[in-house]
């Protein structure tokens, strides 16, 4: 197990119907060391690769981007979801449909943000449908920009998102993707690197 | 001017209304070197003070609290907005209304990751009529924890809300306070320290 498996065995708690809290380390208290190493991983991981921005979204990608930011010297960009259509200004927009919420949300960027010339790394706390990865990569394309990359804190492996986004030929790392879990025992079991 | 004065007068923009677009660098797209720089700022304001945790709230204040934690060593939690009645688990609450939205959101916080013991740091990126902030000090005091300090990294200083926070006794540290915009001219005055 790595760094971040270890961490989810610990302190990760599941819940009936397939959820997996992280929120005491991961998207609601946050632990910001953790989140270093995770910058550190995923730099390690996307050596090579010329990478001038990254780009998110709202809530809980933003602080995981912002100190994954400092590992490759790069601004952050964070994604608005926005129910309204009164925006101000030139914006790239994608619908994307929550898992978690069971809604809908307008996702937008300002076109002063993103443009032809930028490679992109996409980082995210969780991966499941997917739905809201390709809600940013559909504003990475309207840009003109290229996604360089994809950085994932946590993928459920059992869910169709992951094997979507890799059959589209992105390089897509995820430090944790779990496999299944069983609420009952509380065992989670990852999938072999 | 220190140094995000100095960045406000270059990369932010003065709009009819007393709106100033501070987007290409802190709330949209974000400068994470200078996140460091006000997290180092924010330490040294705060010297001595026992700070144990961060709090701040979804989504712009994010960002700015994860890179100022590096310098306390500590984490962050985020108190996120929320219109939906339906909490999992026990939460603390407060209601906010927002300046910009003109709408009402409760904001909450759960109650794991805020206790009597905690020494608390506030972080948000503006202060304006300081209901986000006062829905933050509400959560902080139900949780019966201690409000150490508040840092804001743009205060509009000709709106109540650092006047209403500095007299009920905290120790506000705005790094940048402005006291007029002119809009026509583009011109920002700051309040001098």
């Known amino acids: 197990m790595n760094f971040l498996e270890e961490k989810i065995v610990k302190d990760g708690i599941v819940k009936e119907g397939n959820v997996l809290k992280v929120d005491s380390f991961l998207n609601h208290q946050m632990d910001i ?83 032809e010339n930028d490679h992109v790394l ?24 290229t996604v360089e990359g994809i950085g994932i804190a946590v993928e459920k492996g059992f869910q169709s998102g992951g094997k979507i986004i890799r059959n589209l030929g992105y390089q897509l790392e995820s430090l944790a993707i779990v496999e299944s879990m069983d609420w009952e025992t509380g065992s989670i079991t990852f999938r072999e690197e």
């Open 122 to 145: 996409l980082i995210d706390d969780f991966l499941a449908n997917g739905c809201a990865l390709q809600g940013l990569i559909q504003i990475v394309q309207s840009a003109g920009a």
């Open 33 to 115: 060391e953790l989140f270093n190493q995770m910058g550190a991983e995923w730099k390690k991981r996307f050596a090579g690769k010329n990478i001038n921005k990254i780009l998110t979204i709202e809530a809980s990608g933003i602080g995981i981007a912002c100190i994954a930011a400092q590992h490759f010297g790069v601004p952050v960009v964070f994604a608005k979801k926005s129910k309204s259509i009164n925006l101000e200004g030139e914006m790239y927009t994608a619908e994307v449909e929550s898992f978690t919420h069971k809604n809908k949300n307008k996702v937008i960027v300002s076109k002063k943000f993103l443009n």
